[in-house]
């Protein structure tokens, strides 16, 4: 059916979208085995990337599925939402949301492939044991990765992407009382009410969000929605405000969590980066950044072990990064490395109160100092290093 995108500038609209499963939580390739399609015939589907925090391109987060004309529609004008979704068994899961999605031109999808350096992606598919049964030699899967590797097919602000930490699962029949699942086939999508994504990403976001605000707020199509759908009554912007929006007046913190930690920021991506090379500078070995949800892990000549959280902040604003990062880093080196060093690498130097607060709890702050990084170690270990 032929789209007027001019009627649908106006209206936003929501699909899900079915990705392939991936066992290593979508962060590249790995060896996927599905049952048609490209990725059967390839051994790669590039989904795979999703998850990849890598992905930003010019401050705009990158990421694919497969499209159909009318998802491209509304993308022509930012107002489409994406939720996707996975089959692991009989069971239906979601993966991760996007919302405010644009379509990536041609012209736009080989710049992100050239500007992310996608070419350098052979050697990760070539060590997997599937794609070296499906290609004959490496020289082949180049070419075949050369002709396909830019297709990523969407973008969207980075405070709009979210990918679940676990995925979410969608009850059978919770959303179209007539269908047990929703579309299962990776080159079909199903049309939702925003309300049904809502429910679904409360599990895993705040109120407050701007996923969740994207999907509260502005006039969604029921054009999308198969007709069993458009025969339930839908929600109101009162009725979801009311059910998932967040107070008017929110704590100074609840608000850093929106605006300063869930965002994909690339402020973070570059604080990794550059404190990754000032501890090869110092002579830092064995540093493994993004393991067992901790940002980076390394080994320090004179400390030891250290586990740390990144957390970027401006100055002045670095109160809330640490009261967040304490929580995890503990958590981690409770639950992970008993006897490694929690650190808090901050975007911004800490007030003093901070630094004695930080090092009173036996907790390592750093922070950009120039063009290096100041370490504060704390005096003592507040817990004892527990056996493993």
């Known amino acids: 059916m032929k789209v007027d995108i001019n009627k649908l500038s106006s209206l936003k609209a929501v699909a899900a979208k079915p990705v392939l499963w991936s066992t290593n939580n979508y962060t590249g390739p790995c060896g996927a085995i599905v049952a048609s399609g490209y990725a059967k015939k ?3 589907g590039h989904e795979e990337w999703n998850n990849d925090p890598a992905r930003i391109w010019k401050g705009q987060r990158v990421f694919h599925t497969e499209t159909k004309t009318r998802l491209d529609a509304y993308a022509q004008r930012g107002n489409l939402a994406l939720l996707m979704t996975s089959m692991r068994g009989d069971q239906q899961y979601a993966m991760g949301i996007a919302c405010g999605v644009w379509a990536n031109s041609d012209i736009d999808m080989q710049r992100i492939a050239a500007g992310l350096n996608f070419a350098g992606e052979t050697e990760r598919l070539w060590a997997l044991p599937r794609i070296q049964k499906i290609f004959k030699n490496r020289a082949s899967l180049e070419r075949t990765w050369q002709e396909s590797m830019a297709w990523i097919r969407w973008r969207c602000p980075t405070d709009l992407y979210h990918w679940f930490e676990e995925p979410i699962q969608i009850p059978p029949y919770s959303v179209n009382p007539e269908r047990m699942v929703l579309a299962k086939m990776h080159s079909s999508y199903q049309g939702i009410r925003p309300e049904h994504a ?9 109120k407050g969000h701007p996923i969740m605000d994207w999907l509260i707020e502005g006039d969604f199509d029921d054009n999308l929605l198969s007709r069993p759908l458009r025969r339930q009554p839908g929600s109101t912007k009162e009725h979801r405000r009311a059910s998932y929006g967040a107070p008017a007046a929110q704590e100074p913190y609840l608000r850093y969590l929106n605006e300063r930690v869930i965002k994909v920021d690339p402020k973070h991506a570059d604080l990794e980066a550059r404190f990754h090379a000032y501890l090869g500078s110092i002579g830092v070995c064995d540093i493994l950044p993004n393991q067992d949800r901790i940002d980076l892990r390394f080994d320090h000549p004179e400390k030891g072990p250290v586990i740390a959280e990144l957390k970027p902040a401006e100055p002045g604003e ?3 990064a640490i009261r967040f990062a304490i929580g995890q880093v503990l958590e981690y080196r409770h639950a992970l490395h008993s006897k490694a060093m929690p650190m808090i690498i901050l975007g911004a130097k800490p ?24 370490l504060d170690w704390p005096s003592r270990r507040l817990f004892p290093v527990k056996s493993d």
């Open 198 to 206: 809502l429910k679904i990403a409360s599990h895993a976001l705040p």
């Open 42 to 44: 390839n051994g790669f």
């Open 318 to 320: 670095t109160k809330y």
């Open 351 to 374: 007030s003093d109160s901070e630094r004695d607060f930080v090092g009173s709890l036996g907790i390592a702050l750093a922070w950009p100092d120039r063009k290096s990084f100041k």
